[in-house]
């Protein structure tokens, strides 16, 4: 009776571990996903929006989803919920190389890009740097790579989250009284 009790829970395990990914078939699911995991979200968190050949890294603290759309169209939604969400803001970081790229497809998507991300605060890092800042956040706080089908080189965006009511000025005032 228990070896049978024991196959049947196998058999059962087995199955859930073939069940397809959450986002096969449904072109919404990664904006629900993110749209579920966004309240969990604070500042020092890092969302990512990736081109296709994004890495998969091995640090625990990430995770990963898959949108089969454009980077832009991700990245688009991506700002979209993090704005309105109320509790943080993004801080946008892209790829120091992707200015000295001359394709002209890498210099649409920047153009593009640029026109998106129009009046937000965009700085750049070396794309190791990233890696690196990546590696190091992610042993104490959530990263959430949004992978994408893009194929231009350099084009992830890096999008560090910061307390949209309470800034510097507040923490730094905030500071003094307590001396």
Known sequence: MQK???YILLFITGLAACKPNSNAGNPVAWQQQLAETLPMLGHRNWIIVA?????????PGIAYIYADKELLTVLQEVVKQVEQSGHVKPEIYRDKELAFIEDNNVRSFIAREDSLLKGKNMQTLLHDSCFKK????????????????????YTSVFIRLDCAYWDAGKEQILREKMK
């Open 4 to 6: 049978k009790f024991l």
């Open 51 to 59: 081109d296709k050949a994004f890495p998969m890294q091995t640090d």
């Open 134 to 153: 990546l590696s190091e956040e992610s042993r104490q706080f959530k990263v959430l790579v949004i992978k994408t089908n893009e194929l231009l080189p």
